[in-house]
């Protein structure tokens, strides 16, 4: 394998297994929280608006770490 295909095959792995994970987290707050309700289109919206947001924290973070490092 080159080291491009070997790249794009670890990428893909990797977010098939970051949905496996979303999905799983998912169906414990239905089950478990919600006690079997489904969560509602808003919510799910919300839901991602908040990860988003998130993510973008983190990213700001450590952009913000790497001027700052020696």
Do not use: D, W
Not at 16 to 35: C, D, M, P, S, Y
Request: hydrophobic fraction near 35%; glycine fraction near 2%; proline fraction near 1%.
């Amino acid at each position: 394998m080159t080291m491009k295909s070997t790249l794009i095959n670890a990428i893909t792995r990797s977010r098939v297994e970051r949905r496996r994970r979303a999905e799983q987290a998912r169906q414990f707050v239905e089950e478990t929280l919600l006690e079997g309700q489904a969560l509602s289109e808003a919510e799910l919206v919300e839901a991602r608006g908040l990860l988003a947001a998130s993510k973008a924290r983190t990213a700001a973070r450590r952009r913000e770490r790497t001027r700052c490092s020696p």
